[in-house]
């Protein structure tokens, strides 16, 4: 049968380029962002094994109602990926803007937990894999990075979910890219990671026979 991945923040960048791969590799694909525009006509490229749901990850609500059209429209959920974040415009503690740290709370830490939330109901009827997006920086020390330390949640959580999820038989797995050719950035990184790269990554965890739980996959630029 066909499998069912719900992807948070799949309107750009890591998100949309796991939606094509995913797609292409034969799942279905619930596809979350703010950007109704853009995740309506990446849907719209992708056919009928995808569905467009407008939301945002800072509000639980609209991640319990995009899960529910989800298994409504598919039949069940098999994954989930948290993917959805943000970095900060004015690094530092002294420097920084206390209200910009609280919006990447809200997405990064609290967007990543309401998606759990939402997904894991789902997620325990199929035995099935929670996929979050990590960091190199949440993986290594930055000096003062606050970004880097909402990624330092992402990975104690993944890991202390897949702790709790192998007792029923589901699996969950932190992907750890470092830098990646995204709009995260202003400028283009082309001697970086690509989207797909990480895509494929997030397919490798995915497609891994059950017996192999894949805990985290931390890939790094050449350059
Ligand atoms: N690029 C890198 O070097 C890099 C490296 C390591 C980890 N990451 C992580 O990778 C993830 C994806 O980033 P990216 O590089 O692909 O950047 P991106 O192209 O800017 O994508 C960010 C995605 O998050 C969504 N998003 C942001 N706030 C949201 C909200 N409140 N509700 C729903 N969706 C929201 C955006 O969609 P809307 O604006 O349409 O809502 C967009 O689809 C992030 O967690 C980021 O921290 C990036």
Redesign the pocket.
Known sequence: MTKTLFI?????????ATARAAAANGWNVAL????QD??EALAAELGEGALALP????RLDDLEKAVAATTEAFGGLDAAFA?????LDTPGTVEGDPEEWRRLV???IM?VLYTARAALPALKTAKGHLVM?????GRRHIPGSI?GAT?WFVHGYAGNMADEMRDWGGRCTVI??????????DEA?PD??H?DD?ADAVLHALNADPRNGVREIFLMPQS
């Open positions: 948070t923040g799949a309107s750009s960048g890591i998100g949309a979350f962002a703010r950007s853009k995740i939301g945002d990850v800072t993917n959805a974040g943000k970095g809200d997405i990064n967007g997006t990590g960091s190199a920086a970004y990624k750890a890219p470092g830098m990646v050719d995204t709009a995260f950035f990184k970086k990671l989207p990480v």
